[in-house]
């Protein structure tokens, strides 16, 4: 069974940074989510196996994704940190369904694609 392994995760201050890394296992497409507590699972970002980039409005120019596809890696490097980035963020080799990056309602709960179990991601004021 493939498994994602996210780490990296902690606690900052606000306007500190952090960096997640993620076991990406050679998956063509890879993709940045996080669950806020009461709020559903949301895209951050995704990379494909070329090189592009997509990133959700909240984050663009502050986070940065990336890979080292030798060593089937994939990071985040998260600046300037805002006390609503406070979530679980998880990686994953996700899916498109007609056209669509799927999105599911819960990142812990995903019905497809492969999914890390999450590392928690803390921001303080």
């Known amino acids: 069974e493939v498994q994602l392994v996210e780490s990296g995760g902690g606690s900052v201050q606000a306007v500190g940074s952090l960096s997640l890394s993620c076991t990406a296992s050679g998956f063509a497409d890879m993709g940045w989510f996080l669950q806020a507590p009461g709020n559903e699972c949301e895209l951050v970002s995704r990379i494909s196996s070329d090189g592009s980039t997509y990133y959700a409005d909240s984050v663009n120019v502050r986070f940065t994704t990336s890979q080292d596809n030798p060593k089937r890696m994939m990071y985040l490097r998260m600046n300037n940190l805002e006390p609503e980035d406070t979530a679980v963020y998880y990686c994953?080799?996700?899916?498109?369904?007609?056209?669509?990056?799927?999105?599911?309602?819960?990142?812990?709960?995903?019905?497809?694609?492969?999914w890390g179990q999450g590392t928690q991601v803390t921001v303080s004021s």
């Open positions: 994953a080799a996700a899916v498109t369904i007609d056209g669509t990056w799927y999105v599911p309602t819960d990142c812990a709960s995903a019905d497809f694609g492969v």
